[in-house]
């Protein structure tokens, strides 16, 4: 189902980057600077969603500028550049279609591999196996809209059918079932999302309630419904948050019933029934169990977290707002 707002095109046209990504100024795009490893196709299929692809550089300012924003926004590593070679022509070609005219290799670069990545630091190109994963930066131009003279439009973050929006993170989430940990994160990212991260009580709250269960019956692998896997791993050292699947910060902990982990490390399982189930740990705490021990389990319940959709149109001398 589509969703419309709509309000009248007076004023003037204007330029704005969605939610999340960054306009730099200096070199008239858009940019979303993605914290989290993924191979060349997939990242490249990531920035489709913007209309984008894998950031180009045309010049030596260009290349400056963009090391120097994901110094601030990833860190200090290697990030994927849009560039690949085209074994049958020898050409090295960026992945909007374009030849690339401007190089800036690395000391014998470039070698072997078909892809090209960007060193931070040292702000040289060096050529990758095209299956390595690494953290990758899109590039995309301005969504375009029309300020009225009146009010500007403020359009409602809205989700795709079935997703549920939460405001305070500005993030839709769906609640899924009976799924393994990695079918559950494949089908998180084919809706352009990962399983859910957790940054405050709110949240967990949030996400407690949409996977809430009060039946207190077991699944074929004898978890409680209302057993949610999230998408991230406790250290099993400090027993605090220690990453998530969506390159987000791991900046809380809710309360841990119980934790333990393997030499493969853990899944975070958030326990989304009451009480009267299992009264040690019940509503929204948090067990952490082995990968090992449970790998190929369905769990119960899992929720996915993706940014909302926003997509801009102009229709027949109107503002349109459309979100799908």
């Not at 490249?44 to 209309?51: I, K, L, R, S």
């Not at 190089?103 to 060193?119: E, I, K, Y």
């Not at 407690?208 to 791993?233: E, F, H, K, S």
Request: a negative charge.
């Amino acid at each position: 189902m589509s969703f419309w707002i709509f309000a009248l095109l007076i004023g003037q046209v204007f330029g704005y980057c969605p939610s999340d990504s960054l306009l730099i100024t200096d070199l008239g795009s858009c940019f979303f600077f993605a914290n989290f490893p993924a191979k060349g196709d997939d990242a490249e299929q990531f920035c489709h969603f913007y209309d984008g692809h894998l950031v180009n550089v045309e010049n030596a300012f260009e290349n400056s500028i963009v090391a120097s924003y994901a110094l601030k926004e990833i860190g200090n590593v290697q990030i994927l550049l849009g560039l690949q070679h085209n074994t049958t022509n020898d050409l090295w070609l960026w992945r909007d279609g374009t030849n690339a005219t401007y190089f800036h290799w690395a000391a014998g670069q470039p070698d072997s591999g078909g892809c090209v990545a960007l060193n931070i630091e040292e702000r040289t190109w060096r050529t990758i196996d095209c299956a390595t994963p690494l953290p990758f930066v899109c590039r995309f131009a301005e969504l375009q809209t029309t300020t009225p003279h009146t009010t500007t439009p403020d359009p409602d973050a809205v989700c795709e059918d079935g997703w549920k929006y939460f405001a305070k993170t500005d993030m839709c989430y769906l609640h899924g079932r009976e799924m393994s940990y990695y079918e559950a994160e494949d089908f998180c990212q084919e809706h352009r999302g990962h399983l859910a991260s957790i940054h405050s009580q709110e949240e967990n709250d949030f996400v407690r309630d949409l996977a809430y269960n009060t039946t207190c019956d077991r699944n074929g692998n004898r978890w409680l419904y209302g057993v949610t896997v999230l998408g991230g791993q406790v250290n099993e050292t400090s027993n605090e948050t220690m990453w998530w699947t969506d390159g987000s910060a791991p900046d809380f902990t809710a309360r841990l019933c119980s934790s333990g982990s393997g030499s493969e490390g853990n899944y975070i399982l958030m326990q989304a029934y009451p009480p009267e189930c299992f009264e040690k740990c019940a509503d929204g705490a948090w067990v952490v169990t082995p990968f090992e021990s449970t790998d190929g389990n369905k769990w119960p319940e899992f929720v996915c977290k993706a940014k909302p959709m926003k997509e801009l149109h102009l229709i027949d001398g109107l503002y349109s707002s459309k979100f799908e």
